[in-house]
């Protein structure tokens, strides 16, 4: 079992540690946004007063984090979480003057062009970024030179290379990992639209074992919670047997940057 405080990890991701698990795992959607995060913009360059789209943003965590560690003037937008739901999270945290919550799909975004210094997206892109259209539709939000990084459930090989799922990721999640993709496929599909400089694609590196940490976390904390139905607990050790399964042969998180030109 995983102890909350296995989760601050001062070494590796210093600015996620500033914050309580407990909250974090409150807002859980998936594999800790934050670590993905934090890491994601090393290879970005976020300044404070910037206006940030973080498309996906899920019940809040990562809008908090823009706007705390690096002054971001943040646009949380999601189409599944309700606009009221994330303001208070954003109002709890002290942020709610500095971030702004709005349902939107993300094939009809709601905003100007060139309306944004940077696009961020965690742990979201893959439900509606892998199409060939997606990129040029997106990049017109940016402003030049402007600046866009996902980080998204990558494999090490392509599906299509391998010629079928992996059994023990197919059996988890099905279908979805056909837009589990690799980083240099990121690379090439941004890339050949000629309208961004890719700047990185890379693996995160020991990602299987991140995610298999916080699952860990997640099911004992909503164990203890009693926050937790047999659904979730099921749903929570298949995810964990995957990854057991996995260590790292397969399953990993692609973290992506470009530039507008």
Request: charged share 25%; proline share 5%.
């Amino acid at each position: 079992m995983t102890d909350l405080s296995d989760l601050v990890r001062p070494d590796r991701y210093p600015r996620s540690s500033r914050y309580d698990p407990g909250w974090l795992l409150d807002l859980d959607m998936g594999p800790n946004p934050l670590w993905l995060l934090e890491d994601l913009a090393r290879d970005l360059e976020l300044r404070p007063g910037m206006r940030v789209l973080d498309l996906g943003s899920g019940k809040g965590a990562t809008s908090v984090f823009l706007a705390r560690e690096y002054g971001a003037e943040v646009v949380a937008a999601d189409w599944w979480i309700a606009p009221e739901e994330a303001a208070a999270v954003f109002a709890e945290a002290g942020v709610g003057d500095r971030v702004t919550a709005v349902r939107a799909e993300a094939h009809a975004l709601p905003f100007e062009e060139a309306d944004f210094d940077a696009v961020v997206s965690v742990d979201a892109f893959e439900y509606f970024g892998t199409a060939d259209g997606y990129l040029p539709y997106l990049v017109r939000f940016l402003r030049p030179g402007g600046q866009l990084g996902v980080a998204t459930p990558a494999m090490t090989r392509e599906v299509r290379e391998l010629g079928a799922i992996p059994p023990h990721i197919r059996d988890v999640v099905g279908w979805e990992a056909m837009a589990w993709h690799t980083a240099e496929w990121w690379r090439f599909q941004w890339a050949t639209t000629e309208l961004v400089d890719v700047t990185s694609a890379r693996l995160q590196p020991g990602a299987w074992r991140d995610w298999l940490l916080w699952a860990r976390a997640g099911a004992a904390y909503r164990v203890d919670a009693r926050s937790t139905d047999d659904a979730s607990t099921d749903a929570d050790r298949a995810v964990i047997d995957m990854l057991h399964a996995d260590r790292g042969e397969y399953l990993s998180f692609a973290l992506v940057t470009a530039r507008r030109r």
